[in-house]
C-alpha cells in the first residue's frame, strides 16, 4: 500500500485543514501508510487517526532569534529531512507557503509532488513573491488539486494540463440527517468569524429582512479568528439595537442538530476557496442564499434558482431580498432545499476519496 506525506501549516480549525484531516484520515483507514507534518501543532485541532503520524518539524524556540531568511531556509531544510526519513510513495502539499516549502524541499529529489490550492488565486498568489515563485517552482509539481475552475483558470496552462477539479469531502454527519418537521423563523450561518465571511453586511442585510419579517431572528455560528471582525460584530448589534435578535453564538460541534431547522441559510463571504459550511448546509437541506464570490466557490455548488440562490457580493440590497424570497416563498425554500440535498451525489467522501486515490496512483505510476 502507498505511504503518504501531507504537509500543511497546522490542522487548526479551517477548511483546508479540516480537508487534510478527513483524507488523512480516510488513507488510513484503507490501509494507507499516512504521515502529516506540520509547521506547529496547537491545543484545539481537528483530530487524526491514531495510525497517522502526525509529526512537529517546524521551529523550535532556540530557532526564534534566526533571522528571517534563516528561519525559512531552516523550515525547508528539516522538511526536507523529514521527507528522506519518510521515505514516501508522494507528498502532497496543502496552502500556499506549506506549497512553496515543499517544492523547494524536494528539489532534485525522486518523489512525486502533489499541490493543492485552496484560496481564491486573487490576493493570495499575486504578490511580487508570488510572481517570482510561481514560475520557478510551480512547474516542479508533478499535479494539482484544484476545487473550482476559477481556480484553475488563474494558472498557467502548464499547471491547467496537469490537474483536477476535487470538491471537499463532505463530513459523514452532514449526511442523512432527517429533515426537520417544522423550521423556525430564524436565519442561520455557520463559519469563522472572520473578515472575508462580511457578516457585517449579513447583519445590515437582515436588518431590512428584520423590519418586514420582526418576528424572525439571526444566528451566526462560528469561532472567534482574533482578526478584530467579532468586536466588529458586536458594535454593529449594539448600533442596531438588536440584542434580542441577532445572536452571536460561538463555536459548536454540533451544527448538524443547531442549524438543520433554520429557515433559511444565508452565506456573505467576499471570496472563498470552495467553502465546507455551505456544502453542509445544502447536505442538511437547507434553503440557502449564498453571495455569488470568487473564486467560485458558490457558484461550484448551487445553480441559481434550482437548489439555493445566488447573489452578488457586497451588496447587502441584494443578500436581504434573497433572504426575502425564500421567507416569502415557503414552497420555492423547500424545493431548493431538497435539491440541494444532492450535493452529497457529488461530495461523498467515499466519491471524493476515490478521485484523490486514482489522481495519486496516475502520479505515481509515471
Same mark, same amino acid.
Given at each position: 500500500?502507498? =505511504?503518504?506525506?501531507?504537509?500543511?501549516?497546522?490542522?487548526?480549525? /479551517?477548511?483546508?485543514? @479540516?480537508?487534510?484531516?478527513?483524507?488523512?484520515?480516510?488513507?488510513?483507514?484503507?490501509?494507507?501508510?499516512? *504521515?502529516?507534518?506540520?509547521?506547529?501543532?496547537?491545543?484545539?485541532?481537528? !483530530?487524526?487517526? &491514531?495510525?497517522?503520524?502526525?509529526?512537529?518539524?517546524?521551529?523550535?524556540?532556540?530557532?526564534?532569534?534566526?533571522?528571517?531568511?534563516?528561519?525559512? %531556509?531552516?523550515?525547508?531544510?528539516?522538511?526536507?529531512?523529514?521527507?528522506?526519513?519518510?521515505?514516501?510513495?508522494?507528498?502532497?502539499?496543502?496552502?500556499?507557503?506549506?506549497?512553496?516549502?515543499?517544492?523547494?524541499?524536494?528539489?532534485?529529489? =525522486?518523489?512525486?509532488?502533489?499541490? $493543492?490550492? @485552496? *484560496?481564491?488565486?486573487?490576493?493570495?498568489?499575486?504578490?511580487?513573491?508570488?510572481?517570482?515563485?510561481?514560475?520557478? %517552482?510551480?512547474?516542479?509539481?508533478?499535479?494539482?488539486?484544484?476545487?473550482?475552475?476559477?481556480?484553475?483558470?488563474?494558472?498557467?496552462?502548464? %499547471?491547467?494540463?496537469? $490537474?483536477?477539479?476535487?470538491?471537499? !469531502?463532505?463530513?459523514?454527519?452532514?449526511?442523512?440527517?432527517?429533515?426537520?418537521?417544522?423550521?423556525?423563523?430564524?436565519?442561520?450561518?455557520?463559519? @469563522?468569524?472572520?473578515?472575508?465571511?462580511?457578516?457585517?453586511? +449579513?447583519?445590515?442585510?437582515?436588518?431590512?429582512?428584520?423590519? =418586514?419579517?420582526?418576528?424572525?431572528?439571526?444566528?451566526?455560528?462560528?469561532? &472567534?479568528?482574533?482578526? /478584530?471582525? =467579532?468586536?466588529?460584530?458586536?458594535?454593529?448589534?449594539?448600533?442596531?439595537?438588536?440584542?434580542?435578535?441577532?445572536? +452571536?453564538?460561538?463555536?459548536?460541534?454540533?451544527? #448538524?442538530?443547531?442549524?438543520?431547522?433554520?429557515?433559511?441559510?444565508?452565506?456573505?463571504?467576499?471570496?472563498?476557496?470552495? !467553502?465546507?459550511?455551505?456544502?453542509?448546509?445544502?447536505? %442538511?437541506?437547507?434553503?440557502?442564499?449564498? *453571495?455569488?464570490? !470568487?473564486?467560485? /466557490?458558490?457558484?461550484?455548488?448551487? *445553480?441559481? /434558482?434550482?437548489?439555493?440562490?445566488?447573489?452578488?457580493?457586497?451588496?447587502?440590497?441584494?443578500?436581504?431580498?434573497?433572504? +426575502?424570497?425564500?421567507?416569502?416563498?415557503?414552497?420555492?425554500?423547500?424545493?431548493?432545499?431538497?435539491?440541494?440535498?444532492?450535493?452529497? #451525489?457529488?461530495?461523498?467522501?467515499?466519491?471524493?476519496?476515490?478521485?484523490?486515490?486514482?489522481?495519486?496512483?496516475?502520479?505515481?505510476?509515471?
Amino acid at each position: 500500500m502507498r =505511504k503518504i506525506l501531507f504537509h500543511i501549516n497546522c490542522l487548526e480549525h /479551517g477548511g483546508a485543514e @479540516r480537508v487534510v484531516s478527513n483524507l488523512a484520515n480516510r488513507f488510513a483507514a484503507e490501509g494507507y501508510d499516512v *504521515t502529516v507534518a506540520v509547521e506547529w501543532i496547537s491545543e484545539v485541532e481537528y !483530530p487524526l487517526d &491514531d495510525r497517522i503520524d502526525h509529526i512537529n518539524i517546524g521551529l523550535t524556540e532556540a530557532d526564534e532569534h534566526k533571522s528571517r531568511a534563516a528561519k525559512y %531556509l531552516l523550515r525547508i531544510r528539516r522538511l526536507k529531512e523529514c521527507i528522506r526519513r519518510v521515505d514516501p510513495d508522494i507528498v502532497i502539499a496543502f496552502a500556499h507557503l506549506a506549497i512553496y516549502r515543499t517544492l523547494m524541499a524536494t528539489y532534485r529529489m =525522486k518523489v512525486p509532488v502533489l499541490i $493543492s490550492i @485552496r *484560496t481564491d488565486p486573487v490576493g493570495h498568489y499575486d504578490s511580487r513573491m508570488d510572481k517570482l515563485f510561481i514560475p520557478r %517552482l510551480f512547474p516542479r509539481a508533478d499535479g494539482c488539486v484544484f476545487q473550482t475552475e476559477g481556480q484553475r483558470e488563474f494558472f498557467a496552462p502548464y %499547471l491547467q494540463e496537469n $490537474s483536477r477539479i476535487i470538491l471537499n !469531502p463532505l463530513s459523514e454527519k452532514y449526511i442523512g440527517v432527517e429533515p426537520p418537521s417544522s423550521r423556525r423563523k430564524a436565519v442561520v450561518q455557520s463559519g @469563522r468569524l472572520v473578515d472575508f465571511k462580511y457578516q457585517h453586511q +449579513l447583519i445590515d442585510a437582515f436588518m431590512m429582512v428584520h423590519e =418586514k419579517y420582526p418576528d424572525w431572528i439571526l444566528e451566526i455560528y462560528g469561532g &472567534d479568528s482574533f482578526d /478584530g471582525t =467579532k468586536e466588529i460584530l458586536e458594535e454593529r448589534i449594539d448600533r442596531y439595537r438588536a440584542h434580542d435578535f441577532i445572536f +452571536l453564538k460561538g463555536d459548536s460541534d454540533s451544527l #448538524e442538530v443547531d442549524l438543520n431547522d433554520g429557515g433559511v441559510y444565508a452565506f456573505s463571504s467576499e471570496w472563498e476557496g470552495l !467553502p465546507n459550511a455551505l456544502m453542509e448546509a445544502m447536505a %442538511l437541506g437547507l434553503p440557502i442564499v449564498s *453571495t455569488d464570490c !470568487p473564486c467560485g /466557490g458558490p457558484a461550484t455548488l448551487i *445553480t441559481d /434558482g434550482v437548489d439555493g440562490l445566488l447573489v452578488p457580493i457586497h451588496d447587502p440590497d441584494a443578500l436581504a431580498s434573497g433572504m +426575502l424570497r425564500l421567507i416569502d416563498d415557503r414552497e420555492m425554500a423547500e424545493r431548493l432545499g431538497m435539491n440541494a440535498r444532492k450535493i452529497v #451525489e457529488r461530495a461523498h467522501p467515499d466519491i471524493v476519496f476515490k478521485q484523490w486515490a486514482d489522481y495519486i496512483e496516475e502520479l505515481c505510476d509515471k
